[in-house]
């Protein structure tokens, strides 16, 4: 590394913080039915529920959010569903491309309905520009306001007293998208489309190479579908190779644009609890336990990255990299994907070094916290922070409490439940995967590489994250439908049992700090609580990555690799 490198570091990261303050207080305007910056789009909102005749006033139980959340949910899954498995015969179908096959169109549906965006196919050669724009991009905002809705219900769930009311689903997803997703979305698509990144409805085109050889290039409506991919923690990619591909990331600065995206709303929702919950010592807690785990990771990750390089007398590992953005760009993205529940990607993560790859991979187990979804990267956090102070209140021999609620049975049961259910499917999956013919058949490399090949797609899907190690063949009908259980099982085993929280949460009685209340917004508690977080990521996964990435990095050192 060089003092670019680390200057490129420093000013990214710099950016996160100086930015996520100032559009965490702004969300907290939105959500509070404050005036802001963007009030003048108020009679557009009052003109939405009018339309979808929803009673603002009318606010829902938990058990009700829940099944408003279902239906939303579910009608979108079954019309993205819909739209590839008929794409042949509607519009916006330039290069005539076929229906998609049905364990395909079924997974996908699946993943860009829970936010995880796995794709088992190239882009450019599979989906029109129809089911892209109408199907694959609209998800991506209602995916994300979802996420951003439950965490709203939660803080509620925190903030109110003896009421079993936790809000408006349906108000909570419209100013969600009105008033955050969309501007962010059509400032970053625009900054992008300055940059080069494509946005257009034309055929693709046919170029004849230096060497005269015939070259399709694949064009459409890109730079929309990338601004939302990135600010939403989607992830995916309009094009096969994702924010590699040069019109999805052409230069240094559309590279720094969604790097910086992919946390920007994640980091803002932390400073929007601090001031709902009245308390914004609370959120710079939760903001300085992400901040750490972020750049301890990343800090590893580096290192392991450039010292590989003594392996290969010197050489920089530049296999799977695009030389445009090198070797620090390439796992800063890693770490900002994997950290999230993003899943786009600008390098191959089965290239990196095995201790990159396998940190990128340990981001992804700890479960959408490191900083995570947007909104379902900070309900993951507060359910750590529950399992936290429930561990501290038996040490000191008092119920534990969290911002004057008691956190009692059943908030450990359900908070146990949402991280335990995700790590299981990944564990399970990879297992059964690595020892049945239709799982271990598609692994493409041997050895420890091929299992982590297999531990990274059941990660990914079971957590949301969306990323691929690549050199796994998972578009069979084995794949798509196990990886589809898993990421139901990783959006709604975590959401419904947060629900269940926030409407305990709500009938409760607000206790005033006493004597023995344990503080929950000192950098004491950052310390236990990071450590609750790695203690039980290690004891989960440790094992698993011990026979993959930690046992390929010691093949590596005695010149074996895979």
């Known amino acids: 590394m060089n003092k670019y490198d680390f200057l490129q570091i420093i000013l990214i990261l710099g950016v996160l913080i100086g930015l996520a303050p100032f559009l965490g207080f702004y969300m907290a305007k939105v959500y509070e039915g404050e005036k802001h910056v963007l009030f003048f789009l108020r009679p557009i ?21 829940s099944k408003s959340l279902i239906v939303f949910n579910l009608f979108g899954l079954i019309f993205v569903f819909l739209l590839q498995i ?5 519009p916006f179908n330039p290069e005539h491309l076929p229906n998609v096959p049905w364990d395909l169109s079924l997974n996908t549906a699946i993943s ?12 450019e050669a599979t989906l029109s520009y129809l089911t892209q724009m109408l199907g694959l991009c609209v998800q991506n905002f209602l995916s994300a306001a979802t996420g951003m809705a439950v965490l709203m219900a939660l803080i509620k769930g925190l903030i109110r007293r003896t009421t079993s009311d936790i809000g408006n689903f349906w108000v909570d997803v419209t100013r969600s998208i009105l008033y955050i ?12 489309v300055s940059q080069g990144v494509v946005q257009n409805f034309s055929s693709y085109v046919i170029a004849t190479t230096l060497e005269g050889v015939k070259q399709i290039i694949p064009t459409g409506p890109a730079a929309s579908q990338i601004a939302i ?29 969604e790097m910086l995206s992919i946390l920007l709303i994640p980091a803002g929702l932390v400073f929007t609890f601090g001031k709902m919950v009245k308390s914004n010592r609370q959120g710079i807690v939760l903001f300085a336990a992400k901040f750490i785990l972020l750049v301890v990771a990343l800090g590893f990750a580096l290192w392991a990255e450039y010292n590989v390089s003594s392996q290969f007398e010197g050489a920089q590992w530049m296999e799977g990299k695009e ?37 990128a991979m340990l981001n992804i187990m700890l479960g959408e916290i490191v900083f995570g979804g ?44 949402a991280i335990l259910l995700p790590n299981a499917m990944i564990l399970i999956g990879a297992s059964l995967s690595a020892v049945l013919p239709h799982g271990f058949q598609a692994v493409l490399n041997k050895g420890p590489h091929g299992l982590s090949e297999i531990l990274y797609a059941f990660s990914s899907a079971s957590q949301n994250n969306g990323s691929a190690f690549a050199g796994l063949g998972t578009n069979t009908t084995y794949y798509n439908l196990f ?31 006493g004597f023995g209340t344990f503080a929950t917004d000192t950098y004491l508690f950052v310390t236990i609580l990071i450590f609750v977080i790695l203690i039980v990521g290690a004891l989960t996964h440790l094992p698993a990555l011990a026979l993959g990435p930690i046992v390929e990095h010691l093949l590596m050192l005695t010149g074996k690799t895979f």
Not at 86 to 90: A, D, I, K, M, R
Not at 112 to 120: D, I, L
Not at 390 to 412: A, D
Request: charged share 10%; aromatic share 12%.
């Open 181 to 192: 997703l969309f501007p962010l979305s059509i400032i970053l698509a625009l900054a992008l």
């Open 483 to 513: 990886l589809g259980l898993c990421m139901l099982v990783g959006r709604y085993a975590v959401i419904f049992p947060v629900l269940s929280v926030a409407g305990s949460l709500a009938q409760k009685k607000y206790m005033p700090p």
């Open 112 to 123: 860009f309905a829970t936010n995880t965006n796995w794709q088992s196919y190239s882009g």
């Open 323 to 359: 030389t445009r953005f090198g070797i620090t760009n390439s796992i800063i993205w890693s770490n900002f994907t994997s950290g999230a529940s993003n899943g786009s990607i600008n390098a191959a993560h089965s290239s990196l070094s095995p201790l990159s790859g396998g940190l």
């Open 86 to 90: 008929t794409q042949h015969t509607l």
């Open 229 to 257: 991919k990135q600010l939403g923690t989607n992830g995916g990619g309009f094009f096969g190779a994702n924010s590699a591909h040069p019109f999805e990331n052409p230069t240094p600065f559309s590279n720094f644009l």
């Open 45 to 65: 909102e009052r003109i939405i529920y009018s339309f979808c005749r929803i009673d603002v006033k009318r606010e829902m139980n938990w058990k009700e959010y």
């Open 374 to 417: 947007v909104g379902s990267g900070l309900y993951g956090m507060i359910l750590f922070v529950f399992i936290t102070v429930f561990i501290c209140g038996l040490m000191v021999g008092r119920t534990p409490e969290y911002l004057g609620k008691k956190i009692e049975k059943k908030e450990i049961q359900m908070a146990m439940l």
